[in-house]
């Protein structure tokens, strides 16, 4: 070997070792952030039977902290009620320790009742972050039962003249037929559906949806407005408006996130192009945006007017940064949007995390519900943890070169 090799062969030796130590020192990383996450989850178990003993009626998952401290739980019907079976699930995937698999197993069962109703579209949220992922995991055939059924009753909620499904019942005054960004996320349980009964109707209700939310939801800019009113009777849009957003033109951070969300799952579902790019589209605008802070934790509407003095969504981020990660893997931007994700969650474990002990176990701080309401603003959230847990398994697989699906 010449001087010249011997010189090129140690410097890709000494490129191989920072690479290596940089994996373990991200490897590592991860493992804490799990252990912090188990050891709250853990204090939010003796929490929530605390908590059952003073609640009246029949509450099963927790949602949020009230603005003295204490625990707030949800009844199943609560949209919110999938998040914390969801993210018990995801500590059973990331340790297989059978503690996680019980409790896991008994905070999906209370869920079962959802699977018939029909008011409401938050169906994927609750039954497909519960039974979805215990589906997933365990292969259990009730849980797929139930998981079918469930599909059953979001499509009834579909309307052939709008070619969407309807999200609220709420607010009649304001819509007769209103379809939120948000529901972009439902889909995933129609998708499955497909895929566990071959019955391809499913797929086509989420297909139409995606497509007809294409159309009517995006602005010029590509951010999402949070509220589109539909005339059920032929599929005109009627109103383009916010509900948690600080008003109708602006770009309210979970509805930006949840958009990411649907359509890059949209493109995991169906290959179909238009789907990624607009993900890609809805990254650009986040990721761009000169409202976003350096940290990558957004405030809680882009357009809100007292920036840098608005509070912050943790939830927004945690989805932001779940949906970067499968992002990554199906674009040429891959890289970017991979290193934008790892640069928020370690954001959001380094500033965002409740003090061990803390919080009645909630993994995460700084969430912002709906601001417009002065509801659960700078506060912990259930699905800010959720999303983090499951961005942090995505980097965790992706870190060791398994497949996210
Ligand atoms: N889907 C309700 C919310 O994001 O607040």
């Not at 609220?168 to 819509?175: C, F, T, V």
Request: neutral net charge.
């Amino acid at each position: 070997m010449n001087h010249r090799n011997s010189r090129y062969t140690l410097l890709i030796m000494l490129l191989l070792l920072a690479c290596h130590t940089a994996c373990i020192g991200q490897s590592k990383s991860t493992d804490k952030r799990f252990a912090q996450a188990q050891q709250q989850t853990r204090l939010m178990l003796r929490e929530i039977e605390k908590a059952k003993h003073q609640e009246a009626g029949a509450v099963v998952s927790p949602r949020t902290l009230s603005a003295s401290g204490e625990l707030e739980l949800v009844a199943t019907k609560d949209w919110t009620s999938g998040f914390f079976p969801g993210s018990l699930w995801y500590l059973y995937e990331q340790s297989q320790d059978p503690f996680w698999l019980e409790k896991a197993r008994a905070f999906t069962a209370p869920l079962e009742q959802e699977k018939v109703n029909g008011r409401t579209h938050d169906m994927g949220f609750k039954i497909y972050c519960s039974y979805g992922n215990g589906y997933r995991l365990t292969k259990d055939p009730h849980y797929r039962s139930v998981l079918i059924e469930a599909a059953e009753t979001l499509a009834t909620r579909f309307n052939p003249n709008v070619g969407a499904i309807r999200s609220w019942d709420h607010n009649a005054d304001k819509w007769d037929f209103p379809v939120i960004i948000d529901n972009m996320m439902n889909l995933e349980l129609l998708f499955a559906a497909t895929r566990l009964t071959g019955d391809s109707a499913y797929y086509q209700i989420a297909v139409s949806h995606a497509n007809k939310t294409l159309k009517n939801h995006f602005r010029e800019d590509n951010s999402t407005y949070h509220v589109i009113g539909y005339d059920p009777a032929n599929g005109q849009v009627l109103k383009k408006n916010t509900h948690q957003g600080y008003s109708h033109a602006s770009a309210w951070a979970r509805g930006q996130a949840w958009g990411l969300y649907g359509y890059t799952m949209c493109y995991r579902e169906t290959g179909n192009k238009a789907y990624l790019w607009q993900a890609e589209k809805i990254a650009a605008y986040m990721l761009e945006h000169p409202n976003m802070p350096a940290d990558l934790v957004p405030y809680w509407d882009y357009n809100a007017p007292r920036i840098p003095d608005e509070p912050r969504d943790v939830s927004a981020a945690a989805v932001m940064a779940s949906a970067l990660y499968e992002l990554s893997t199906y674009s040429q931007r891959g890289s970017v949007y991979r290193a934008e994700a790892d640069k928020v969650i370690r954001h959001l474990s380094e500033s965002y995390t409740a003090p061990a002990g803390g919080a009645k176990g909630f993994i995460l701080l700084h969430s912002t519900g709906s601001k417009p309401h002065n509801s659960e603003v700078d506060v912990p959230l259930s699905y800010a943890d959720y999303y983090y847990l499951e961005a942090l398994l995505r980097k965790q697989k992706l870190m060791n070169r398994h497949k996210l699906f």
